[in-house]
């Protein structure tokens, strides 16, 4: 026992001052409650994966990256958005050191909009700030996600994975255009974000 | 240790260390109310991309 003083420092409590009973009951307490927590939200994610709501990009195409300007959907003249005969649009994209080509694309609003991505040298990112929009471009592989724009809006879409020394300069833009206006664009202005 | 203080410190851990757990309550319960908040106001809105 620490003789009485007038500025006791403080002292650690002796072990054994929680009752066992009372620390294994503590311990199981909080097991339930970080178990049920976990559970919660395992639940509510293969929930909402099965009902639809939640599915990842899982679009497995492969596409050979040495002739991507040569032949087949990527080459320059089929870049940049297009639209389909159901109504949908289609944007596809190259994504390359370091810019993406077109360095700007536009999409009608209030339509269902693919973007179909290869790149031609190493790995890159393709993000759409403020959308689910978040995808890595593989060399070898067609990337593929989908979106669908309510408003017209410009979104900054930046390259999201180190691709080399000048990553942090790979930015482009997709600008959403309503949709009437859309129409009126020939096939080159759809690749650019001149006024 | 004082025996009264002894004493307080075994009356106040007897039913455990009920402060700690209304403190890591608290934070946990922010920490699941945030996640759930943007799941569904946040994620889910904005649509599946796949």
Redesign the interface.
């Known amino acids: 026992?620490?003789e009485?003083s007038s500025n006791?420092s403080p002292?650690p409590?002796?072990d054994g001052?929680?009752?066992e009973h009372?620390?294994a009951?503590?311990e199981n307490?909080?097991l339930t409650?970080m178990v049920s927590?976990l559970v919660v939200?395992m639940a509510?994610i293969v929930t909402?994966g099965i009902l639809?709501?939640?599915?990842?990009?899982?679009?497995v195409e492969v596409v050979d990256p040495l002739t991507l300007h040569l032949r087949g959907e990527f080459v320059e003249s089929n870049l940049g958005t297009a639209i389909e005969p159901d109504g949908s649009a289609t944007v596809r994209l190259i994504a390359e050191q370091y810019d993406f080509v077109p360095h700007c694309v536009q999409v009608p609003a209030g339509t269902p909009v693919t973007f179909r991505l290869a790149s031609a040298d190493v790995i890159h990112g393709f993000l759409l700030p403020?959308?689910?929009?978040?995808?890595m471009v593989v060399p070898g592989f067609v990337t593929e996600?989908?979106?669908?724009f309510d408003a017209a809006r410009d979104y900054d879409m930046p390259c999201h994975e180190f691709c080399g020394y000048g990553h942090h300069a790979m930015w482009a833009h997709v600008s959403v255009v309503p949709k009437e206006r859309f129409a009126n664009l020939t096939p080159v202005e759809r690749t650019s974000c001149a006024p | 240790?004082?025996?009264d203080e002894?004493q307080t410190?075994?009356q106040a851990?007897?039913?455990?260390?009920i402060g700690a757990?209304v403190i890591?309550?608290i934070a946990?319960g922010l920490l699941?109310a945030g996640?759930?908040a943007f799941?569904f106001l946040l994620?889910?809105p904005?649509?599946?991309?796949?």
Do not use: K
């Open positions: 026992m620490v009485p006791p002292q409590l002796p001052i929680v009752p009372v620390i009951r503590t307490l909080w409650v927590m939200m509510i909402t639809g709501a939640l599915h990842p990009s899982s679009n403020d959308t689910n929009v978040n995808a996600v989908r979106a669908h | 240790m004082r025996r002894h410190a075994v851990l007897s039913n455990g260390p757990f890591a309550g946990v699941f996640w759930l799941y994620f889910l904005r649509g599946t991309v796949g």
